[in-house]
C-alpha cells in the first residue's frame, strides 16, 4: 500500500509512472517482461526513486523512459514520443523530425531498430529479477545499458550525425533545466572541463542573476498593469485604488530547491507599486 501511495504520487513529476495504471489497479497478469503488474511497477518505482533520489544525476533521469521502454518491450523512444522531457539519445532517433535534421536513410534506422531490440532483449534479462532495492546497483546496472545503447548508435551513425544529435540532446536539456544545471552536469560538464569550483561560481551567480530578473520582471509587470489602468476611466482608476490599496509585502513562499539549486519560487512584491497611474507612494 505504501509503494502504491508512492506511485500515485511520482505520476504527477514523472508521468511515465501513470503507464503502470492504464489497464486498471487490479494485478492482471503479466505486463511486458515482468510477471505482474506489481513487479513492473515496483521495477519502474525503484528506478525514479534511484534516478531522482541522492544517487541519481540527470542523466539516469533522462534513462527512465528507455527503461520503460525496455520493461514494457516496446519499441525504443516509444515512451519519449508519448511524454514531453529530455529524451536520451537512443529516444531522439524514435522521432521522424530528428531524423529528417540528421538524414538518417532507411538502411540505418533499420539497422538501428535491429540493435536496439538485441540491446532490449539483453537488458530485459538484466532487469528481470535484479534486486531493485540495491540503488547502487541499479545505478550501475542503468549506466551500463546506457553505455551500450551509446555504443550502439555510434556503430550505426555516422560521426558528424552523432554530433548532431548530441547537439539536439543538449538542446532537449537547457529546455527542461536549467543553463547552469546543464552545464555543470554530465556530459556537458566533461566537455567543458568544468571544475567543482567553476560549478560552485557558476551556481552562485544563477542565483544573484535569478533574484535581479525577478525584480525586473516584477517591475515590468508592474508598468504593464499601469498601462492598462489607463485605458480605464478617471473614475474607474480611483475605484481600483480603493479596492486594493497601498501595496502589501508578502512573504515569498518557502520552497524546496530544485535541481541545481534553481529555486521553484515566485516574484516578490505586491499588485502595484503604488497608487495607480501615481506612481510610487
Known amino acids: 500500500m ?4 508512492y506511485l500515485a504520487l511520482a505520476c504527477f513529476t514523472c508521468p511515465v509512472l501513470a503507464l503502470a495504471q492504464e489497464k486498471g489497479g487490479k494485478d492482471e497478469g503479466p505486463v511486458g517482461i515482468f ?3 506489481d513487479e513492473y511497477s515496483q521495477f519502474l518505482g525503484s528506478a525514479k526513486r534511484t534516478a531522482y533520489g541522492e544517487d541519481g544525476t540527470p542523466e539516469l533521469r533522462a534513462m527512465i523512459p528507455l527503461l520503460n521502454d525496455i520493461a514494457l518491450n516496446r519499441p ?6 508519448q511524454f514531453s522531457g529530455a ?12 531524423r529528417a535534421d540528421l538524414e538518417i536513410v532507411d538502411e540505418q534506422f533499420e539497422e538501428f531498430q535491429r540493435k536496439a ?11 528481470r529479477g535484479f534486486d531493485f532495492s540495491d540503488r547502487k546497483g541499479l545505478v550501475r546496472l542503468i549506466e551500463k545499458i546506457q553505455d551500450q545503447t551509446r555504443q550502439e548508435l ?16 543538449a ?4 529546455r527542461n533545466r536549467s543553463f547552469v544545471e546543464v552545464l555543470t552536469s554530465e556530459p556537458m560538464r566533461s566537455e567543458l572541463d568544468i571544475s567543482n569550483r567553476q560549478a560552485d561560481s557558476l551556481r552562485e551567480e544563477e542565483q544573484k542573476i535569478e533574484a535581479d530578473l525577478q525584480k525586473e520582471i516584477a517591475a515590468l509587470r508592474d508598468k504593464a498593469r499601469q498601462r492598462l489602468i489607463k485605458t480605464l476611466d478617471r473614475s474607474q482608476q480611483e475605484k481600483i485604488d480603493d479596492l486594493i490599496g497601498d501595496t502589501f509585502e508578502f512573504q515569498p ?4 530547491k530544485a535541481a541545481g539549486g534553481k529555486r521553484a519560487g515566485s516574484s516578490k512584491g505586491g499588485y502595484f507599486k503604488g497608487k495607480s497611474g501615481k506612481g510610487g507612494k
Open 35 to 37: 510477471d505482474s503488474r
Open 154 to 169: 555510434e556503430s550505426v551513425l555516422l560521426p558528424h550525425q552523432m554530433d548532431r544529435l548530441k547537439q539536439i540532446r
Open 253 to 256: 513562499p518557502t520552497r524546496a
Open 117 to 127: 531490440a538485441e540491446s532490449q532483449q539483453a537488458a530485459a534479462e538484466q532487469l
Open 2 to 5: 505504501k509503494l502504491l501511495s
Open 76 to 81: 525504443v523512444g516509444s515512451t519519449s514520443q
Open 87 to 98: 529524451a536520451s539519445l537512443m529516444g531522439l532517433i524514435g522521432n521522424p523530425r530528428v
Open 171 to 174: 538542446q532537449t536539456l537547457f
